[in-house]
Every structure is written in structure tokens, then in C-alpha cells.
């Protein structure tokens, strides 16, 4: 999958952003199918995003609790 060197994105969204441009592409059986791709490839997105920013949070909660302790 192609990256250009300027970009400042991580690899995952550049790799969905390739496949939603491929099916977008790609001749498709019917339009219900490539629907369905499409909303199946965003609703994955979605969900590591959403987790990605459990994460974050969960992460950041870690790191202030020690401070109150010591404060």
C-alpha cells in the first residue's frame, strides 16, 4: 500500500484510507455490495478508533493517579 513521505498519519489510517479508495475503485457486483464494504471498512475504523481512545483514556487516568497520592 502506498504512503506518501510527507504524511504526518499513522499507518492504520492511511491503510484504510487506500482501501476505501480501492473499493471505491473497484467494479463492484452491485451497489448494495459496495455499500456494504464501505460500511463494513468505517464501522472497523470506527471501532479501533473507539478502543484507541479507551486506551488513551485509561492511560492518562493511570498516569494521574499517582499524583494525587503524592500531592
Given at each position: ?68 497520592r503524592?500531592?
Amino acid at each position: 500500500m502506498a504512503t506518501t513521505g510527507t504524511s504526518n498519519h499513522p499507518q492504520q489510517p492511511t491503510d484504510t484510507y487506500t482501501r476505501l479508495a480501492h473499493l471505491l475503485r473497484a467494479p463492484a457486483p452491485s451497489r448494495e455490495a459496495l455499500l456494504d464494504q464501505v460500511y463494513e471498512e468505517l464501522l472497523t475504523r470506527e471501532s479501533r478508533a473507539y478502543a484507541a481512545g479507551w486506551t488513551d483514556a485509561l492511560t492518562e487516568a493511570r498516569r494521574a493517579r499517582p499524583g494525587r497520592r503524592s500531592s
